[in-house]
């Protein structure tokens, strides 16, 4: 069992920058491949990226460029460094987990463990 807490959400201007943070407690944190989603009213639940126990990372399209993830896996947690934000990144914020046989997969789906969210908001 994994516990996930994001924070480190918030309000902001447009083209301005936010760190988001996840903290994970439980066993094998360090064993499992991590996700960003997110979730703007209206929408689905969007994949924004992912890294695996390596610091290798993925990025959705609409992100790459201006997002980055990293892990610090002494310290079980994982971090969205946001940059050159648009009012269309408002949203909640959620990192999960999953096995590495999914790892970089971004279906919702198939991940096991899932935080609460942090909401981003950005403004024109």
């Known amino acids: 069992q994994v516990q996930l807490v994001e924070s480190g959400g918030g309000s902001v201007q447009a083209g301005g920058s936010l760190t988001l943070s996840c903290v994970a407690s439980g066993d094998g944190y360090s064993n499992y491949c991590m996700g960003w989603f997110r979730h703007a009213p209206g929408k689905e639940r969007e994949y924004v990226a992912s890294i695996d126990r390596g610091g290798r990372s993925h990025y959705a399209n609409s992100v790459e460029g201006r997002l980055t993830a990293s892990r610090d896996n002494a310290k079980n947690t994982l971090y969205l460094q946001m940059t050159k934000l648009k009012p269309e990144d408002t949203a909640m914020y959620y990192c999960?987990?999953?096995?590495?046989?999914?790892?970089?997969?971004?279906?919702?789906?198939?991940?096991?463990?899932w935080g609460r969210g942090t909401q981003v908001t950005v403004s024109s």
């Open positions: 999960a987990a999953v096995g590495f046989l999914y790892c970089h997969n971004r279906y919702p789906g198939v991940y096991n463990y």
